[in-house]
């Protein structure tokens, strides 16, 4: 009997501009060719407001080592944009807390195109990153944010689409 040791393929619906599927495409495809695809992310505030940033594990596939301000990732096929940001949430962060919609965002950058949805919940903790998705986090002030970014290399996607939003 072969064994195989190939990692299961990740399906990813690519969008139009409108949000509609028009077909299902492999992860690598999605990010090689810079297919639409969509995204969920969720800001985590602590009870004093501040946002809690993590940078990124060096064995992630896109941004390794660049700090981001949402929890998130692909949406997959089939599934709710709330439903994905729940789940990548207690991936991630290892929580389970009520999301609120923050807004519904187009991202076109250098790394990707997304049609996502942003989300926002509240926790103080305690987290539980996995090592291969979270090398470490720092909550940050609201009003400290912009010295934030200026200071560490955030990823791309974060300050397109979230940093605007969360300035106070």
């Known amino acids: 009997m072969r064994e195989d040791s190939a990692a299961p393929v990740e399906l990813i619906e690519v969008v139009d501009a409108d949000d509609v599927v028009i077909e299902i495409a492999d992860r690598m495809r999605v990010r090689a060719e810079r297919l639409r695809h969509r995204t969920a992310f969720v800001v985590v505030r602590s009870t004093q407001g501040e946002i809690l940033a993590h940078r990124r594990a060096l064995t992630k596939s896109t941004a390794p080592g660049e700090w981001d301000l949402g929890f998130g990732g692909g949406v997959a096929v089939g599934e709710a944009y709330e439903a994905a940001a729940t789940r990548e ?3 991630e962060a290892g929580i389970s807390t009520p999301l609120r919609l923050v807004t519904a965002y187009a991202y076109d950058g250098i790394d990707s195109v ?8 509240v926790s103080d903790g305690p987290f539980d990153h996995p090592a291969d998705e979270v090398a470490e986090t720092k909550f940050v002030a609201p009003d400290a944010l912009d010295h934030f970014v200026e200071t560490h290399h955030v990823c791309h996607a974060a300050v397109e689409v979230m940093v605007a939003l969360l300035r106070p």
Not at 114 to 121: C, D, H, K, V
């Open 114 to 121: 997304e049609i996502g949805r942003l989300f926002e919940t």
């Open 89 to 91: 949430l207690a991936e």
